[in-house]
């Protein structure tokens, strides 16, 4: 079992697994060490996971991730959701006011879902399992919502797989500690700074997308010569794509009683 710091320092996105699985006692093991131990807004524990092993069902959830191959792969698959379904209906049998379905409920569920999540994730790693988060929740929400059964005011945040590691790739870089750490106010950076921050990001990310042949036509073909110009091309984080994206997750946190209809 490795310490706290020693999972943070062996933090890896793997998206190739084997396909040994995990024993339910483990798991068992990881979600009673995770919730009883992570931070929740007043105690509620606004959150709720599903865990998806039957194959089938997988099959769909790697339809609905955009096809990631390491979703068939991975024995586990976790989704986190920010849940006030069972408080709510806790509230109105006790005859309290009702509460939570807005848009501060959402914000109070999703991030009790997400530090839900991170204490999973090291929960397994600590163990040996390898871990991916998939953004492509918030992408599918509406139809993963539909397919785990998910009832109102209970919606999909994020979600991992897990699994032992087939890989064992590389620490990705992350921008020096100065640029996230501020004392006292923040501190906007200058040009020349900002410039700084990133100038061996910039160098280290673009050789690596550089390295597979796929990424690269991509950047040919479309034209792209930098790392911050792929970021918002149409081959990873589109700007058209998440505006369209947003509208969708403002129309389906409506439906689900966190916005008032109509809301974008």
């Known amino acids: 079992m490795q310490t706290v710091p020693e999972a943070l ?144 005011s209970c919606v999909p945040v994020t979600s991992i797989v897990v699994g032992v590691p087939d890989e064992a790739p590389g620490k990705r870089d992350r921008l020096p500690l100065r640029a996230f750490v501020h004392d006292e106010t923040y501190r906007v950076p200058d040009e020349a700074e900002l410039d700084d921050l990133y100038r061996e990001r910039e160098v280290r990310g673009w050789e690596r997308y550089m390295a597979d042949p796929r990424l690269r036509a991509k950047a040919e073909e479309g034209g792209i010569t930098s790392l911050a110009q792929f970021y918002t091309s149409p081959y990873k984080y589109d700007p058209d794509r998440h505006a369209a994206d947003s509208a969708r997750i403002a129309a389906f946190l409506a439906e689900h009683g966190f916005l008032p209809e109509g809301t974008r």
């Open 9 to 152: 320092a062996g933090h890896r996105s793997i998206r190739k697994y084997r396909p040994d699985p995990i024993p339910q006692a483990v798991i068992n093991e990881v979600l009673h060490e995770a919730i009883t131990g992570t931070s929740s807004s007043g105690n509620l524990n606004s959150y709720s996971v599903v865990l998806t092993r039957e194959p089938g069902r997988k099959r769909r959830l790697y339809e609905l991730h955009g096809e990631q191959e390491f979703v068939l792969q991975a024995p586990l698959v976790v989704t986190f959701c920010a849940d006030w379904h069972r408080t709510r209906t806790w509230l109105r049998r006790r005859g309290a006011r009702d509460n939570f379905g807005n848009l501060l409920g959402y914000h109070v569920g999703a991030f009790d879902a997400v530090l839900l999540s991170q204490s999973v994730s090291l929960g397994f790693e600590a163990r040996g399992y390898g871990i991916c988060y998939m953004g492509t929740t918030l992408n599918a929400m509406h139809e993963i919502a539909q397919f785990l059964s998910l009832p109102e």
